[in-house]
């Protein structure tokens, strides 16, 4: 099997040699380094990391990177990348003072990206979506999971779930595929919202089960979009094909969407900038994953989850884009690194961890993604030389990152 060894690594990041857990709390401000050191990889998988002087002297490819950082790359735990096209005008219509809410009950929002979506084939929406996906493993991106939710009839979401099979058999990235059709009520059932649910129980979970088209079924739990009573039927069905929650949550309201995902084992609740105390309370005895999202309370410029208050209290956080049309349109983790610090005061490290081990957690890739270490996929990012992680998030906007190593392959 082909081996590439890199060495006189400055500085290894998210090294993890035995079993990697999801990292809690005061933990979260730590990471394991290795400086001057060496990673040995064989066909997709890391098979030996060390200081140099361990390290092997030959290889078939060797890379010298004299200066620079390894770091395990990133795991975007949350991203909506198939869509038709980006929804600038409304952007517009914010900075002149719509909301967010206001442009969704106008036939904005979700709705308008699912008339768009709705009328393009699949083989369009393939290749726009696996642009976004170059364009996000150039910021070192490697695992990333990818809902549905802007087909919103059965034949529309079984095109987005398609595409995005066609993206995890094509692509170097680890990804996984969400079924969310409980994004919006669409525009035909605005009158009768509970045919809408009963099409999504009853049509499309079964055909994405027989298909195996998805890993998760997500439900947009929030105030004018899904009660907690319908998020939770859904879900019980969605369990039924096998289906586990990942869900939004708490993004404009306190609508019990944490509660309903926690009493559903989701593997984890997202959004979360409308949680309080309660929340956080009845997250800490759960082991579903609170997710938080910056660059959209960023882009919406709404509240920014309390991850601060989370960490302090205890509870480990993953961070995602949210990558969409709608509410962040941006794929690229160290700018989002650089809000999770500047604006909810986290210190590089615990983005670090959130973006990495935590949210391969969030996708339930623990055990294989998120860290280096031997028995770890090679999915790595080669900084350009930069001193240090914490360089890395203060220097924001720029492109610290030289080059990234998918399965063992240089992309
Ligand atoms: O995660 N909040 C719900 N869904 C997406 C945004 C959808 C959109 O505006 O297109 C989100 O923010
Ligand atoms: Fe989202």
Redesign the pocket.
């Known amino acids: 099997m082909s081996q590439t060894l890199i060495k006189n690594i400055k500085k290894i990041y998210g090294v993890s040699t035995g079993p990697s857990p999801f990292i809690k709390g005061a933990a979260m401000s730590f990471t394991e380094t290795i400086e001057n050191a060496f990673i040995l990889i064989e066909g997709d998988q890391i098979v030996d990391v060390g200081p140099m002087k361990d390290s092997p002297s030959i290889a078939h490819q060797v890379i010298d990177v004299q200066g620079k950082c390894v770091m395990p790359a990133w795991c975007d735990s949350h991203t909506?990348i198939v869509f038709a096209q980006g929804r600038e005008g409304e952007y517009v219509d914010r900075l002149q003072g719509k909301t967010y809410e206001e442009i969704a009950a106008n036939g904005g929002?979700?709705l308008n990206?699912a008339d768009k979506l709705q009328q393009k084939s699949e083989d369009e929406l393939y290749e726009s979506a696996k642009k976004r996906l170059e364009e996000v493993i150039s910021y070192g991106t490697g695992a990333i999971e990818i809902k549905s939710g802007y087909g919103l009839t059965v034949e529309s979401e079984l095109k987005m779930l398609r595409v995005i099979k066609r993206l995890k058999q094509h692509s170097l990235a680890t990804i996984k595929a969400t079924f969310l059709g409980a994004?919006a009520i669409p525009w035909a059932y605005k009158n009768n919202r509970e045919a809408y649910i009963d099409l999504i129980i009853q049509e499309m979970l079964p055909q994405v089960a027989t298909e195996g088209l998805a890993d998760y079924c997500d439900v947009?739990c929030d105030q004018g979009f899904f009660t907690v009573a319908e998020t939770d039927r859904i879900l019980k069905a969605a369990l039924q094909h096998g289906l586990k929650a990942k869900i939004?949550a708490n993004?404009l309201a306190t609508s019990g969407g944490v509660q309903v995902g926690i009493a559903n084992n989701a593997v984890s609740v997202d959004?979360l900038e409308a949680i309080g105390q309660e929340e956080i309370d009845a997250l800490k005895v759960s082991d579903t994953i609170p997710t938080v999202l910056p660059s959209?309370s960023f882009f919406l410029n709404i509240h920014y989850a309390p991850a601060r208050k989370m960490i302090d209290q205890g509870l480990g956080i993953a961070i995602a884009t949210?990558y969409?049309?709608?509410?962040?349109p941006s794929g690229n983790i160290p700018l989002l690194m650089a809000f999770a610090c500047n604006k909810m005061r986290l210190l590089p490290t615990e983005a670090f961890n959130a973006v990495t081990i935590n949210g391969a957690h969030a996708m339930e890739l623990g055990d294989t993604h998120g860290t280096i270490g031997a028995g770890k996929i090679a999915n790595l990012i080669i900084t350009k030389e930069i001193p240090s992680l914490d360089y890395m998030v203060y220097a924001f906007g720029s492109q610290h990152i030289d080059q990234v190593i998918l399965k063992g392959v240089v992309v």
């Open positions: 909506h929002g979700i990206s994004h947009f939004h993004e959004h959209c949210d969409n049309p709608g509410s962040s």
